[in-house]
């Protein structure tokens, strides 16, 4: 039987440990902003920055307001498996930081809240 994307890899049985090489090369992104869509069983992680002008410039056709435009960076599609282990990933990893940061996820502006 095939191994269905996103499942553990494994020989008759026995677990095959993944090992991240220590000289990873390469480039870093930076984004500030995050997209996420899902369709079927994937999901699509789409990676921008958004650089504030120096003079707000866009106007918004919806509204007549100013708008500030995020260039796309990245995009990364994971299978919802994979998706699962990355919120885990995530929050584990946030919550260590926020305890030796000495702070906690109550402090932190929540999305959407106005700064």
């Known amino acids: 039987m ?5 499942e ?3 020989q008759k049985g026995v677990p095959i440990s993944l090992k991240w090489p220590e000289d990873i090369d390469l480039p870093t992104v930076y984004a500030n902003q995050l997209a996420i869509s899902y369709t079927g069983q994937d999901f699509y992680l789409v990676f921008g920055e958004a650089v504030p002008p120096t003079a707000v410039s866009h106007s918004d056709s919806a ?4 708008s500030i435009i995020i260039k796309p960076v990245v995009r990364v599609a994971v299978s919802h498996q994979s998706m699962l282990r990355i919120v885990d990933a995530i929050t584990k990893n ?6 030796k940061a000495g702070g906690s996820e109550a402090q932190l502006p929540r ?3 106005a700064p």
């Open 2 to 6: 095939a191994r269905k994307v996103g």
């Open 94 to 99: 946030f919550a260590e930081f926020m305890k």
């Open 111 to 113: 999305v959407g809240d």
């Open 63 to 66: 509204g007549g307001g100013k």
């Open 8 to 10: 553990p890899a494994s």
